[in-house]
T-cell receptor, first 117, second 112 residues
Framework: DARVTQTPRHKVTEMGQEVTMRCQPI?????VFWYRQTMMQGLELLAY????????DSGMPKDRFSAEMPDATLATLKIQPSEPRDSAVYFC???????????????FGEGSRLTVL | KQEVTQIPAALSVPEGENLVLNCSFT??????LQWFRQDPGKGLTSLLL?????REQTSGRLNASLDKSSGRSTLYIAASQPGDSATYLC???????????FGQGTTLQVKP
């Protein structure tokens, strides 16, 4: 049963602490997206990787957020230091795209719900 | 900059009704377009993917169409059921790099 796996599912932390969220994309997929979802803003694109290379991270606050793909089976999103306004659900999604083509069907993980006190 | 708008934001219908959800894009150069469903507290589930060479896709009681010339897509749900209650989101390319931009979604409630 191929699926995108995210950890942790829930995280409560205090302001100023470092938070790392992890994502295991579906085996064989070559595109990975990180989205943040809040009631006010909906789904916002934070970062986008293809073949492990970052293609777009313009939606991500660079001073505190970083996204990486150490290998094809792991994507990470790190917040340091965390702030209360970072409280949201963070989703990872993976898909397949050929070079020069748009991403095909996208599969989402269950999300990581972050609360920063 | 691509923007995605979904209308209506919320919809409540009695069971059995046919309904249409709308999605529009500011940049009509649309390639793949996807419709998703999200249940409360859950991730998004892909419903239909319309590829660039297609005009519509069907799955069971769902039919999605894409009019690239006008930058609009519709999701048609036939004979709605209470189990269809969820938020429906559409997503399209933000640019030619393949990234996907989402609308705010339409929250559907189907009353028994």
């Amino acid at each position: 049963d191929a699926r995108v796996t995210q950890t942790p599912r829930h995280k409560v932390t205090e302001m100023g602490q470092e938070v790392t969220m992890r994502c295991q994309p579906i085996l064989g997929h070559n595109t990975v997206f990180w989205y943040r979802q809040t009631m006010m803003q909906g789904l916002e694109l934070l970062a986008y990787f293809r073949n492990r290379a970052p293609l777009d991270d313009s939606g991500m606050p660079k001073d505190r957020f970083s996204a990486e793909m150490p290998d094809a089976t792991l994507a990470t999103l790190k917040i340091q230091p965390s702030e209360p306004r970072d409280s949201a659900v963070y989703f990872c999604a993976s898909g397949w795209a050929l070079a020069g083509e748009n991403t095909g069907e996208l599969f989402f993980g269950e999300g990581s719900r972050l609360t920063v006190l | 900059k691509q923007e995605v708008t979904q209308i209506p934001a919320a919809l409540s219908v009695p069971e059995g009704e046919n309904l249409v959800l709308n999605c529009s894009f500011t940049d009509s150069a649309i390639y793949n377009l996807q419709w998703f469903r999200q249940d409360p507290g859950k991730g998004l589930t892909s419903l239909l993917l319309i590829q660039s060479s297609q005009r519509e896709q069907t799955s069971g009681r769902l039919n999605a169409s894409l009019d690239k010339s006008s930058g609009r897509s519709t999701l048609y749900i036939a004979a709605s059921q209470p189990g269809d209650s969820a938020t429906y989101l559409c997503a399209g390319p933000g640019d030619n790099t393949g990234k996907l931009i989402f609308g705010q979604g339409t929250t559907l409630q189907v009353k028994p």
